[in-house]
Nanobody
Framework: QLQASGGGLVQPGGSLRLSCAAS????????MGWYRQAPGKQRELVAR???????SYEDSVEGRFTISRDNAKNTVYLQMNNLEPEDTAVYYC?????????????WGQGTLVTVSS
């Protein structure tokens, strides 16, 4: 239901843009967000946005990352600027989708972001 893309290798200070598209028999989407999991660490919320436009960020990415969504395309984006080695992780998109007559929480497959010189 969720397909993420856009990860890769970038030098410190560089930028990447992640995309995540929801597809299938989706009638509505509420919260869309991005999580990340670094090696040896728990998965953590990076940023999330509601359908109404309420946005929140994890403290360490505030001011560097920007989450946005295109409701017409059922897509959420994460623009990541001034990347740091500590941002290295697998990034997962997550969304609350109305599918088959009920709400469910779905995960994308993850995309690896590596920040290294």
């Amino acid at each position: 239901q969720l397909q993420a893309s856009g990860g890769g290798l970038v030098q410190p200070g560089g930028s990447l843009r992640l995309s995540c598209a929801a597809s299938g028999s989706i009638n509505s989407i509420d919260v869309m967000g991005w999580y990340r999991q670094a090696p040896g660490k728990q998965r953590e919320l990076v940023a999330r946005t509601t359908r109404g436009g309420t946005i929140s960020y994890e403290d360490s990415v505030e001011g560097r990352f920007t989450i946005s969504r295109d409701n017409a395309k059922n897509t959420v984006y994460l623009q990541m600027n001034n990347l740091e080695p500590e941002d290295t992780a697998v990034y997962y998109c997550n969304a609350d989708l109305w599918v088959g007559g009920r709400w469910g929480n779905y995960w994308g497959q993850g995309t690896l972001v590596t920040v290294s010189s």
